[in-house]
């Protein structure tokens, strides 16, 4: 088992730090939130609260970060008490954030100066899969380094999948957000209008996942309250993942695209319909809140 | 076995008319072209050609037509030779055309006048599956019809769903339609955007399938020429779903949108995508060719 680091103990770095331990690994932690961190403390003997991301990674073995945006992790890792002054060679630095590619291969740079080796790996699973060790988390960098943190990465998730060079975990997350986003505002509009048409949504929702409209959005996560059993619209769009959480993603993904001249017409207007979910106060609510969002209440 | 009118001998009719006579059915036929009576009357002993719709109706047990828009529907209906003219009582009334379902409605209630019963039955699957026998119906209207017209509805396609009353079939279709409008043009927003960022579209393919981005389009209709065979992306494009066909029924979506006053954000920009495909000269294309749109030739 190794020495992890843990920078960043939120919704997300708490369950994951709290797997790593259940899993034998000893954790050097740090968090702007001392109250956090010293839960977790009083929780575990085998956790070591630092002042510093620099005095986590001297530390550690490996070290893990899960941090709100971009300037907080290119912060965390390059400032004169950042990850990078305290990551000598042989250590390796895991990235579970959800950035920018741009921002993983920055710090990959620098890093790769001292040579120390980062990988980028954010996850898809959210807080329940972070709860429940079922996290993916989508790998960029060399394979190799994946491979010798598989272990670590494993007491926190089911799998890793590699996914290219590094920043490519990130491409590969934010493009499928994206299309998780699109296919939820769309299945929400036909749902929606199909109703509105007269249709019974039990018997829509049976023709699309037997038909060529099928997804995940559909069949797995439907909008329309009392479809499915455990899923967020049935529970008045409590949990899952939230507006605010697709609102970033899908601010990630413009911006990538207006990075590589892509054109997305539906990520664009998707990106400011939730944009207009979160400024109406509906920020803290599923993304499938977009279906009611559309139907409106009059 | 039924004597059995069909009207309107396209692309889909035809094979739909040769099914029928394949599985013991006879046909009194109509259609503006000669050319395509005369060479379905060649083909078979069993047909018998008609100068109007009136005749097809007054020979014929069950009358289906599939035709293709709103205009031709109600004309081929209603007019002074048309089919409600030689529909007497106990004969059942089939149209398979996609329109809106204000049409349906009317002509059921022209039809029910006369005490004769009708049903929307519009049909998934395309060309391949009115050739092979594997259409699915999606019927509105009274569910004791189609029990009475399943026997040769199934020997043109492989599944009837009953949708609800009538208008539901073409509600059902064109929802479907809109959502897989949807998710084609944000799978391949997706994959460009990947492309674009470095991921190999295969890789990318597969992490999108086993997640929440998964669709019919990605899992089974891959835009990305050669991630799939058999699908037109690897056939330059060819056969399929056409770009003109899907831009059909997005506008029948934004019709009954408009009409029931339901917001489809990204149904009426998916319209206004594909309509400029088409007047591009994209018409004939498969509706997957959006990718290369996206992707351009720069």
Redesign the interface.
């Known amino acids: 088992m190794s020495h992890v680091g843990v920078i960043g103990i939120g919704n997300m770095g708490n369950h994951m730090a709290r797997n790593l331990l259940k899993n034998g690994h000893e954790l050097s932690v740090y968090d702007l939130s001392e109250t956090v961190l010293h839960k977790l403390k009083s929780h575990s003997s085998k956790v070591t609260v630092c002042k510093n991301p620099r005095e986590v990674a001297e530390q550690s073995e490996v070290v893990l970060t899960m941090l709100p945006n971009n300037d907080i992790v290119l912060d965390t890792y390059l400032r004169d008490d950042g990850v990078l002054k305290g990551a000598t060679k042989g250590k390796i630095l895991v990235d579970s954030s959800t950035t920018a ?1 741009s921002v993983s291969k920055k710090v990959f740079e620098h890093a790769n100066k001292n040579n120390v080796e980062f990988i980028d790996a954010p996850v ?1 699973g959210g807080v329940i899969g972070a709860e429940n060790q079922t996290l ?1 988390f ?1 790998v960029g960098g060399a394979e190799s380094t994946m491979k010798r943190v598989e272990k670590v990465l494993l007491s926190m998730g089911k799998r890793a ?1 590699h ?3 590094v ?2 975990g990130q ?2 997350k ?7 986003a ?2 939820m ?3 929400s ?6 109703i ?5 949504p039990k ?2 929702t ?3 996942n037997t ?8 069949d ?2 439907n909008p329309v309250p009392n479809m499915l059993p455990n899923v967020p619209s049935s529970n008045d769009y409590k949990g899952g993942f939230s507006t605010d959480l697709v609102l970033k993603d899908l601010g990630l ?1 413009q911006d ?2 207006t990075d ?8 664009a ?2 990106h400011q ?1 939730y944009s207009t979910l979160s400024n109406n106060g509906f920020g803290n609510k599923d993304f499938a809140y977009v279906y009611q969002f ?1 139907k ?1 209440n009059k």
Chains 1, 2 share one sequence.
């Open positions: 590619p898809s993916t989508m999948v996914c290219g060079d920043g490519s491409a590969a934010i493009c499928n957000n994206m299309l998780l699109i296919s505002i769309g299945t509009e036909c749902l929606n209008l199909g509105k048409l007269g249709l019974n018997t829509l049976d023709i699309i038909s060529t409209g099928r997804c995940w959005s559909s797995s996560y993904a990538a695209a590589t001249h892509s054109t997305i017409f539906l990520g207007l998707s319909i559309l409106g």
